[in-house]
């Protein structure tokens, strides 16, 4: 099972909108509906932020967002601020696997 | 608030066995609706999953491909904790090594542990 891609990283200025891309195939991410994705900070463990695609856990700010359309996930952060500056990893079921992780965006703050 | 601890040696030499426990509180090791993992992150290979156990009227593994001919989670009741062992580690095994646990939702790791630096050299 390969890793999904995703892009090396991706950049905005405060304030800004940004779209992470997160593409499997339709064993993994077109063929459940258990996309999540995490924000890693240098040195912490990963935090969840988004499951079952488009969910956000109590907590997290509802300027993330997340969607899905046939083989690609994507995540949004609208409002870019310093501290969401990290690591964001994307995770699908993969049926029998049972967890695929994605290759990991680094987000800058410009 | 579920809390999970990592413990267990930083250096493992090659071809030996690294051994990591994590201990829970705030659930338990035989909730039936959470799965118990160990995940690995390097440079290399990035975030990787690496195996589960979880109780479902009876005990469950599930390891991935890449290791599962060296790869042992098991829980421990008893002290409501469970364990990863890996055996015939390589410098290849170097990383980062995380207990997690499934039990928000589908899929979805909600409770991490703090991460163990696990390095493979002589």
């Known amino acids: 099972q390969s890793a999904l891609t995703q892009p090396r990283s991706v950049s905005g200025s405060p304030g800004q909108s940004v779209t992470l891309s997160c593409t499997g195939t339709s064993s993994d991410v077109g063929g459940y509906n258990y996309v999540t994705w995490y924000q890693q900070h240098p040195g912490k463990a990963p935090k969840l932020m988004i499951y079952d695609v488009s969910k956000r856990p109590s907590g997290v700010p509802d300027r993330f967002s997340g969607s899905k359309s046939g083989n690609t996930a994507s995540l949004t952060i609208s409002g870019l601020q310093a501290d969401d500056e990290a690591d964001y990893y994307c995770c699908s079921n993969a049926g029998r696997l049972p967890y695929v992780f994605g290759t990991g965006t680094k987000v800058t703050v410009l | 608030q579920v809390q999970l601890q990592q413990s267990g040696p930083g250096l493992v030499k090659p071809s030996q066995t690294l051994s990591l426990t994590c201990a829970i509180s705030?659930?338990?090791?035989?909730?039936?609706?959470?799965?118990w993992n160990w995940i690995r992150q390097s440079p290399s290979r990035g975030l990787e999953w690496l195996g589960r156990?979880?109780?479902?009227?009876?005990?469950?593994?599930d390891y991935a491909i890449s290791v599962k001919s060296r790869i042992t989670v098991n829980p421990d009741t008893s002290k409501n904790q469970f364990s990863l062992q890996l055996n015939s580690v390589t410098p290849e095994d170097t990383a980062v090594y995380y207990c997690?646990?499934?039990?928000?939702?589908?899929?979805?790791?909600?409770?991490w542990g703090q991460g163990t630096l696990v390095t493979v050299s002589s």
């Open positions: 705030g659930d338990s090791v035989s909730s039936n609706t959470a799965a």
């Open positions: 156990t979880y109780y479902r009227s009876k005990w469950y593994n």
């Open positions: 997690a646990r499934d039990g928000y939702a589908v899929s979805t790791f909600d409770y």
